[in-house]
């Protein structure tokens, strides 16, 4: 099974920038799909949030409007880890932070990886906490 590690979380003022990091393991290359991986987060009292997704090569890019221009996902394939760069961070954005990964096409790992998170193949880390003080 595909094990996902998550980094990086901690409290910051607003405006403020963190780094997050998701490690994982069991998760070798394929030929015929390709390694999607993204970030969602879950706020207290809220529903789950899709924020970023990118394939193995890069390629392949998407981001939730609430992010947009503020986050920036990126991958280093060497090593299978996932970044979530966050920058001009706000309030709103307290949440947990949750890592996951799944097989799939290309295509898959844009919109669709995250519009359609109930994929029950889907590996998920267990979260990192980012709190953004006012």
């Known amino acids: 099974q595909v094990q996902l590690v998550e980094f990086g979380g901690g409290s910051v003022q607003a405006g403020g920038s963190l780094r997050l990091s998701c490690v994982a393991s069991?998760?070798?290359?394929?030929?015929?799909?390709?390694?999607?991986m993204g970030w969602f987060r879950q706020g207290s009292g809220k529903e789950r949030e899709g924020i970023a997704s990118?394939?193995?090569?890069?390629?392949?890019?998407y981001y939730a409007d609430s992010v947009k221009g503020r986050f920036t996902v990126s991958r280093d394939k060497v090593n299978n880890t996932l970044y979530l760069q966050m920058d001009n961070l706000r309030p709103e954005d307290t949440a947990v932070y949750y890592c996951?990964?799944?097989?799939?096409?290309?295509?898959?790992?844009?919109?669709?990886?995250?519009?359609?998170?109930?994929?029950?193949?889907?590996?998920w880390g267990r979260g990192t906490q980012v709190t953004v003080s006012s």
């Open positions: 069991g998760f070798p290359y394929r030929s015929d799909k390709t390694r999607c």
């Open positions: 990118i394939s193995a090569g890069g390629t392949v890019t």
């Open positions: 996951t990964a799944a097989y799939g096409v290309a295509s898959y790992c844009g919109r669709g990886f995250i519009t359609q998170p109930d994929d029950k193949s889907r590996s």
